[in-house]
């Protein structure tokens, strides 16, 4: 599981609502995001994933 809520916190104190999402989904502070908004999450779910992928070569290494 990743959670994109604190990348999204962080990036509307430097950028507009609009800028990051097209709409409001239920009265929520999120909605769909923009492709800007897109972009955010695809960066922290690559980051996320080469973390792992780290962490398992460092693993597999060290077993060997």
């Known amino acids: 599981f990743v959670s994109n809520e604190e990348n999204f916190k962080n990036a509307l104190k430097n950028m507009s609502y609009n800028d990051l999402f097209i709409d409001r989904v239920h009265d929520s502070t999120f909605g769909h995001a ?10 922290n779910v690559a980051e996320v994933i080469l973390g792992e992928l780290k962490i398992n070569q460092n693993e597999n290494k060290s077993s060997s």
């Open 34 to 43: 923009t492709r800007r908004g897109n972009i955010l999450i695809a960066e």
